[in-house]
């Protein structure tokens, strides 16, 4: 989303249009007092907002109901001076699915002391996972958001851009996949097969228009939740225009349980 207070409009327009009845958002870059709450309320959603700065930020917007909030996931590492938890993940039942919207961290450079968190924060992310699918293997678990990870060299435009940069190394593609293999599945990905399918475009360097752009917002699904995907899409169109995001929405068609 990148700054949910400067899209009030957008958001309202874009809800109107795509008709979508959960919504998790990220980067809101604001506190709780400051979150744009009744752009959502007059459209009928409920909203759940974690927010604790200009930065990071988190929500999930419901009109399927919005039950059981539960801000971070257990042991979900921290950062900075002290080490605290971020405004990185936010849960909510919305309709019997358990949804997430999660800011994966984005790790900066290979030698940051971020991208050591961020491999933790993924690790931790998997461990919670598969906690929860041991518990209940039939439960209804999306989790969605910017994982800040191209899993594929087609997830990229040109991956000798990327050549010793984040978002592409080995540990970074390693820990995605292990959110995988703990049973989460990629549900986005057989409905828009790249190369070429892109979720994010730098604001800097005319990015967009060239389709300099990288795959790295996801929705990943329990087993349960996967075998009722019937579709989904990335609306590119939402990156065009003043105001836009530099992230475009991704969408996931789920039929009835």
């Known amino acids: 989303m990148n700054s949910v207070r400067a899209r009030g409009e957008r958001i309202a327009a874009w809800l109107e249009r795509s008709d979508v009845d959960v919504v998790a958002i990220q980067e809101t870059k604001c506190k709780a007092e400051q979150f744009p709450e009744q752009v959502f309320t007059d459209l009928g959603y409920e909203v759940a907002h974690h927010g604790l700065s200009q930065w990071n930020g988190v929500a999930v917007a419901s009109r399927v109901g919005l039950a059981d909030v539960q801000v971070g996931f257990p042991e979900q590492p921290g950062f900075g001076d002290p080490v605290a938890p971020e405004a990185r993940a936010i849960g909510a039942t919305c309709g ?11 790790g900066r450079a290979i030698d940051d002391p971020h991208y050591t968190y961020k491999l933790r924060w993924l690790d931790r992310l998997r461990a919670a996972g598969a906690e929860w699918l041991a518990r209940d293997p039939a439960a209804q678990i999306a989790l969605c958001g910017d994982f800040n990870v191209a899993p594929q060299d087609a997830d990229v435009w040109d991956m000798d851009v990327f050549e010793g940069s984040t978002h592409v190394t080995a540990p970074e593609r390693d820990a995605f996949q292990a959110v995988v293999d703990a049973g989460f ?19 800097k360097g005319l990015a967009f228009p060239k389709r300099k752009g990288m795959r790295i917002d996801f929705v990943l699904a329990s087993p349960a939740l996967a075998r009722r995907a019937a579709g989904a899409s990335v609306d590119r169109e939402e990156r065009k225009g003043k105001g836009a995001s530099d992230h475009a929405p991704v969408f996931v068609e789920f039929a009835s349980g």
Do not use: K
């Open 96 to 106: 019997g699915v358990r949804v997430w919207s999660l800011y994966i961290p984005n």
């Open 185 to 203: 599945a990629d549900v986005v990905r057989p409905y828009t097969p790249g190369p070429g399918v892109y979720t994010y475009w730098d604001y």
